[in-house]
């Protein structure tokens, strides 16, 4: 819908602006946050290894599953509706987290606060695309993203902060705080607007997703416990298979499918998914894992902690921004692909530092990362729409924004599957493996970085014999995560640099940008 008077008076649509930007802010706050009170919380209210990883997982997996569902409500009843609803939902979790005194409800309510998110973020977006236009229309979404990039920047340092002097109910409440501000701009000043020719909501498609996504994370999660091949994993495992046929059966029967599958037929759009993944593999892992080593294993405090992490998260602030520059310069796909190598470095290098537990020594290597991670991170939201036709570019934001942030929680549960397995081989290095409920929590607890639980669960193996074990399976995993991220350089290489078929893409993404 046109919108004349946005070039005449853009100073009365900022209010919009903020109310959004102050959402988007609290989103990844909340993600990072919760990865630096999970340890206190441990210490708090105790729990399972498996129960606290649910605080931080139950987040990423339910917002990644309902952010589709979320734009197509949106749409339908309105946009205004659904970004209010988000917002508040959001905030009145937030307020009874910081109240609560049982992990379980913790962990049931920030599955429900990704779901808070995923509507706050559909209907904020789309709010944004309907009073903005043209290049304002692009100034608007980049001020987005970069309040994505002060969430991700400060989110550590902030919830280290407030640990330290409030303790870790303070982290939740502030969010609140945050929320109830952008819901007091946005109920006066945003206009409810809906899509006319919206087909309604997928809801088996969205079941079907939303069940295959949450067993899938399940039986990742329940590998370090259970093992790989129990019959709970297996059996959950084969569901998913059994769910994702039946989602791909239903997809291509539906006129208006959640999830448009003829999409991955353009061989470059394969290559833009590849981009979120490899950045939750490089990155955004390391967001809940290396708070986790400063605290439990190296002994830092909260602050201290969040100190430490602004190292890999400050480049985000500017790297994106500076990303579209080199475009004139070089192609997208290149800058990219550029970004990921040297992510990969940086990972290769931060592994050593991690072996030696040479905390200040993992200081440059993480700013390498961050660098890396900020080029294809700048770049790869306008990649998702331009690598299909402009008629697709809808279908194509919402599977990438689905990609991005369910990635994120598969990956979550990959690597968390992956360090405990290499933290029970170096333990059957030290000790005979007795398959015990003592010796399998000390994996679980010591690939969480909880040092002092694993050490009270093996009483005959020293504090410093379990920290070299998390340290040689923290490097081996990162020296892994190095390798995923090389693969994907070649798959994103491959995919937006090498000349295609005009049929294969819209745009080619490996001419520099005039």
């Given at each position: ?27 990844p ?12 919380i441990s ?13 931080t ?13 979320a734009?197509?409500l ?39 606060q990704g779901?808070?998110?995923?509507a706050?973020l ?50 939740f ?19 409810e ?6 087909a ?12 295959m ?7 990742l ?7 790989a ?23 291509k ?14 061989a ?9 993944l ?17 605290i ?5 405090t909260?602050q ?7 190292a890999?998260s ?20 290149l ?7 040297i992510s ?14 040479n905390?200040?020594g993992a200081?440059?290597p993480?700013?390498v ?23 697709r570019?809808?279908?194509a934001?919402g599977?990438?924004?689905t990609?991005?942030v369910?990635?994120?929680?598969i ?12 933290v ?15 010796e ?24 410093s ?8 399976a923290?490097h ?19 995919a ?19």
């Amino acid at each position: 819908m046109s919108n004349p008077s946005i070039a005449a008076a853009p100073a009365s649509k900022m209010p919009v602006l903020v109310a959004v930007c102050l959402a988007g802010i609290i989103l990844p706050l909340s993600f990072v946050s919760g990865s630096i009170a999970t340890p206190v919380i441990s210490r708090e209210l105790g729990g399972s290894a498996q129960a606290l990883s649910w605080i931080t997982n139950a987040f990423m997996l339910s917002f990644g599953c309902f952010l589709m569902a979320a734009g197509s409500l949106a749409d339908e009843v309105g946009r205004k509706k659904v970004f209010i609803s988000g917002v508040s939902l959001f905030a009145l979790l937030s307020g009874l987290i910081g109240f609560s005194s049982s992990l379980l409800w913790i962990d049931v309510m920030r599955a429900l606060q990704g779901v808070a998110a995923a509507a706050a973020l559909a209907g904020g977006s789309a709010s944004l695309a309907q009073e903005f236009e043209g290049r304002a229309q692009m100034r608007a979404f980049s001020m987005l993203g970069s309040s994505f990039g002060i969430g991700l920047a400060f989110g550590p340092f902030l919830a280290g902060l407030l640990i330290a002097h409030f303790g870790w109910r303070a982290v939740f409440l502030s969010s609140m705080v945050i929320a109830l501000l952008s819901l007091s701009i946005g109920v006066s000043r945003l206009r409810e607007s809906k899509n006319p020719d919206a087909a309604g909501i997928d809801w088996p498609g969205t079941v079907l997703f939303t069940a295959m996504l949450a067993l899938l994370t399940w039986a990742l999660m329940a590998i370090p416990a259970q093992g790989a091949d129990s019959a709970l994993v297996l059996s959950l495992l084969a569901a998913t298979v059994v769910l994702l046929v039946l989602f791909v059966g239903v997809e291509k029967r539906l006129k208006h499918p959640m999830l448009d599958l003829s999409l991955f037929r353009y061989a470059r759009f394969i290559g833009v998914q590849a981009l979120p993944l490899a950045t939750a593999f490089a990155f955004v892992v390391l967001l809940v894992l290396l708070p986790m080593q400063f605290i439990g294993v190296a002994g830092m405090t909260e602050q201290q902690a969040g100190l430490m992490m602004m190292a890999l998260s400050l480049p985000m602030l500017f790297v994106p921004m500076f990303a579209p520059l080199l475009t004139h310069w070089i192609s997208a796909g290149l800058v990219c692909t550029l970004g990921l190598l040297i992510s990969a470095v940086g990972l290769g290098w931060l592994s050593q530092a991690i072996l030696h537990q040479n905390m200040l020594g993992a200081l440059v290597p993480m700013v390498v990362i961050g660098v890396g991670i900020g080029l294809p991170w700048g770049l790869m939201d306008g990649l998702s729409i331009s690598v299909v036709p402009k008629e697709r570019a809808g279908m194509a934001t919402g599977i990438f924004s689905t990609t991005r942030v369910a990635g994120e929680g598969i990956a979550l549960a990959i690597v968390g599957a992956m360090l405990a397995g290499f933290v029970g081989h170096g333990l059957q290095k030290i000790v005979p493996v007795t398959h015990s409920a003592s010796e399998s929590q000390a994996i679980q607890r010591l690939a969480t970085g909880d040092l002092y639980q694993a050490s009270l669960a093996l009483p005959n193996v020293s504090a410093s014999q379990l920290t070299l074990i998390y340290a040689d399976a923290f490097h081996q995993l990162l020296l892994w995560l190095a390798a995923i991220t090389l693969v994907s350089a070649v798959i994103v290489y491959a995919a937006l640099c090498l000349r295609k078929s005009p049929a294969t893409a819209s745009e080619p993404l490996c001419e520099t940008d005039q």
